[in-house]
């Protein structure tokens, strides 16, 4: 059974903390994401990589930082977290497609985050 | 700007009832994909598509090309259908989504 698999599930961090959130998948996909989702604005996309150490803004990447050392882990880093960082957050990946195909994106379970 | 706009926002149902979820789009696709999340919990893929009809179980996901649309279907609905269903589309590297239609569906 594939997985993507997220480190925490619930979190509890005080302004100003480092966060690291990790996220491994098991199915050999070149593309990984991380969403953020609030209620009401849907899935943002923070960043985004398509291969090994290849990273690329999504469309709220402020105040957020990414790693890919390795094919199955894309890590999601808040280098000073802040209140208005408290949300879910979803770390998703798929095959890279090829002549136009899109793979399947699998979703891990999600990883809320509260900023106190 | 919504390159996808999803209807109705929330939906309630009896346990029985077809159900319809609309799903439009502003930007040319490789395909569209019916997302499903229970309350708490992650999203799965219920359907990607990108032309005609595809079925599984009591769900029928539909997608009409020339005119950007596509719906989601619940025959027989049933207290464990009561999710949020979201609507995503793919032109590339990137995804769209919708916001999500909130079903909720009574015994």
């Known amino acids: 059974d594939v997985k993507v698999t997220q480190s925490s599930r619930y979190l509890v961090k005080r302004t100003g903390e480092k966060v690291f959130l990790e996220c491994v998948q098991d199915?050999?996909?070149?593309?990984m994401f991380w969403y953020r989702q609030d209620p009401g604005l849907g899935l943002r996309l923070i960043y985004f990589?398509?291969?090994?150490?290849?990273?690329e803004k999504g469309d709220i990447p402020e105040g957020y930082s990414v790693s890919r050392e390795k094919k199955e882990r894309f890590s999601l880093i808040l280098e000073s977290a802040s209140t208005n960082q408290t949300s879910m957050y979803l770390c998703?990946?798929?095959?890279?497609?090829?002549?136009?195909?899109?793979?399947?994106?699998?979703f891990g379970e999600g990883s809320r985050l509260t900023v106190l | 700007k919504n390159e996808v706009e999803q209807s109705p926002q929330n939906l309630t149902a009896q346990e029985g009832e077809f159900i319809t979820i609309n799903c439009s789009y502003s930007?040319?696709?490789?395909?569209l994909h019916w997302l499903q999340q229970h309350p708490g919990g992650g999203i799965v893929s219920l359907f990607m598509?990108?032309?005609g009809k595809k079925k599984h179980g009591r769900l029928i996901a539909t997608i009409n090309i020339q005119e950007k649309h596509s719906s989601l279907h619940i025959t027989a609905s049933h207290p464990r259908d009561s999710a949020v269903y979201i609507c995503?589309?793919?032109?590339?590297?990137?995804?769209?989504f919708g916001t999500g239609t909130s079903l909720t569906v009574i015994p």
């Open positions: 998703a990946s798929r095959k890279r497609g090829r002549g136009g195909y899109t793979g399947e994106l699998f």
């Open positions: 199915m050999d996909h070149e593309n």
């Open positions: 990589s398509y291969d090994v150490k290849m990273k």
């Open positions: 930007v040319g696709i490789s395909a």
């Open positions: 598509l990108s032309s």
């Open positions: 995503a589309v793919s032109p590339g590297n990137q995804f769209y």
